[in-house]
């Protein structure tokens, strides 16, 4: 059964952005006034990080060495920025992505995390497109948000080399957190129900992690402090 779509909203517009040299997302809300992403404020660039160098131990980092474990980090966050853009086609069309010659590493999340959203996602009320908080002061490219298993949800997904514990998708759930909050800026519509699906080339299924934007709010209305950044320095 095909996904229903709401159509899209007055307000989606495509803003201008620029990276800073250290590599933070700032877009152009209008008259100069540049607000940072949410990746950017919760820390890392906008490219793709993997998590395997933090994930591998101290006496591993220094069995096979700095230079390995860069490649390899190299590798994942290149892998990871396969499967997503993969899934965002799928979430965009429907149609299952040609797969066949892609890699393991690439194919097998991609899967997962496809089959997934067909089982459990029934509503799209947005997706692949930004928004934006003048409270929070800040814009984000939105994977999902609709209904997934009944229930209204910010719907993130990721891709990961290593099986990942709650506490390490806790990232996350704050950049959901923070696009519900400009979501309800935006429209007046609360949606309260968190999904975070991650996918995994040495798993058989995808593991998915859920909650609510309650236990999050608080964290994200300190880190959100409202500062604007002017004429961001791109050289």
Same mark, same amino acid.
């Given at each position: 059964?095909?996904? %229903?779509?709401?159509? $899209? ?31 950017? %404020?919760?820390?890392? /660039?906008?490219?793709?990080?993997? &998590?395997?160098?933090?994930? @591998?131990?101290? +006496? !591993? ?13 190299? /590798? ?5 920025? @396969?499967?997503?853009?993969? %899934? ?11 797969? &066949? !010659? ?11 995390? =496809? ?9 799209? +009320? ?9 409270? $929070? ?10 209904? +997934? ?5 910010? =719907?993130?997904?990721?891709? @990961?080399?290593?099986?990942? /514990? ?23 519509? $609360? ?9 995994? !080339? ?10 609510? =934007?309650?236990?999050?709010? &608080? ?17």
């Amino acid at each position: 059964m095909s996904i %229903v779509r709401r159509p $899209l909203p007055d307000w989606v517009v495509d803003l201008p952005s620029r990276n800073t040299i250290t590599g933070k997302r700032l877009y152009n809300i209008g008259d100069d006034v540049w607000y940072p992403s949410v990746t950017s %404020v919760l820390g890392g /660039t906008e490219s793709s990080r993997s &998590d395997s160098t933090s994930q @591998s131990n101290p +006496w !591993e980092r220094k069995r096979v060495g700095p230079d390995h474990e860069a490649r390899r980090a190299k /590798t994942a966050a290149e892998n990871r920025d @396969s499967v997503l853009e993969f %899934v965002a086609g799928w979430l965009a069309t429907e149609v299952s992505p040609a797969l &066949d !010659e892609v890699d393991r590493a690439v194919r097998a999340p991609t899967l997962q995390l =496809i089959r997934e959203c067909r089982t459990n996602l029934s509503e799209i +009320w947005l997706a692949g497109e930004l928004v934006y908080s003048h409270q $929070l002061q800040t814009v984000d490219l939105v994977e999902v948000i609709g209904v +997934w298993d009944g229930q209204p949800s910010v =719907i993130v997904t990721d891709s @990961s080399p290593n099986r990942k /514990t709650p506490d390490q998708i806790e990232r996350l759930f704050l950049r959901g957190t923070a696009q519900s909050l400009c979501w309800l800026e935006q429209t007046g519509e $609360l949606v309260e129900g968190l999904v975070a699906v991650v996918g995994n !080339e040495t798993l058989f299924k995808p593991q998915v992690f859920t909650g609510t =934007i309650y236990d999050h709010i &608080d964290q994200i209305r300190r880190r959100f402090d409202g500062s604007l950044t002017k004429r961001p320095n791109v050289n």
